[in-house]
């Protein structure tokens, strides 16, 4: 991931950016990527058991409400 300012704007009269600033990229290290990762695999699958059981309440409330 590379984070990079917006370029000065000389219209504006903004100085030119220090060498350090024109490019930084964050450090992280591989457990924290694999963690963060891990986290948002997790939310997904439950986002998907949370779906699969509205379906399945759905279409038994669908079948229930035609039954006379």
Same mark, same amino acid.
């Given at each position: 991931?590379?984070?990079? #300012?917006? #370029? #000065?704007? #000389?219209?504006? $009269?903004?100085? +030119?950016?220090?060498?350090?600033?024109?490019? =930084?990229? !964050?450090? /992280?290290? !591989?457990?924290? $990527?694999? +963690? /963060?990762? %891990?986290? %948002? +695999?997790? $939310?997904? %699958?439950? *986002? =998907?058991?949370?779906?699969?059981?509205?379906? *399945?309440?759905?279409?038994?409330? =669908?079948? /229930?409400? +035609?039954? !006379?």
């Amino acid at each position: 991931m590379t984070i990079r #300012p917006d #370029p #000065p704007d #000389p219209v504006r $009269g903004e100085p +030119a950016l220090p060498p350090d600033l024109v490019k =930084r990229e !964050p450090k /992280l290290d !591989p457990a924290t $990527g694999g +963690a /963060l990762y %891990a986290i %948002a +695999a997790d $939310g997904n %699958a439950g *986002i =998907r058991d949370a779906n699969a059981c509205i379906d *399945i309440y759905s279409e038994v409330r =669908r079948q /229930l409400s +035609a039954v !006379p």
